[in-house]
């Protein structure tokens, strides 16, 4: 009797160590992949360029019109990287006018903003 309770006490014991141990294992792997996302969405690299990686908030983005869709375009590019499929005549003569000439900001952030504002 005294060994079988021996025996289930360490079983026991040895249970909620593999479950600590496989829950910290899946927890740090979780958080290695989030660091590993997040490093690959802060490097840039235009397909061969320069060959250099930048940081995306230092790149600076513009907007502006070309083939009737609002063009994204990375500083210093002459292609757009993404085009926004939405109708122009929603938008208001001082946007369009504003887009025409081209809108500049420095960060990413900014430029979701200022998606967000257009396509909203």
Not at 89 to 112: H, K, M, N, P, W
């Amino acid at each position: 009797m005294e060994g079988r309770r021996i025996f289930w006490t360490i079983l026991t014991g040895f249970a909620i160590s593999l479950v600590i141990v496989v829950g910290t294992m899946t927890y740090t792997t979780k958080q290695k992949k989030t660091q590993a996302q997040e490093k690959l969405s802060d490097v840039v690299t235009d397909s061969g360029e320069s060959g250099e990686a930048q940081p995306q908030d230092t790149l600076g983005y513009t907007m502006w019109i070309v083939d009737s869709q609002i063009g994204l375009f990375r500083s210093g590019c002459s292609t757009p990287y993404r085009k926004l499929d939405m109708s122009l005549s929603l938008l208001s003569e001082y946007d369009l006018a504003a887009l025409e000439e081209g809108i500049t900001v420095e960060t990413q952030r900014e430029l979701d903003q200022m998606i967000e504002d257009y396509t909203s």
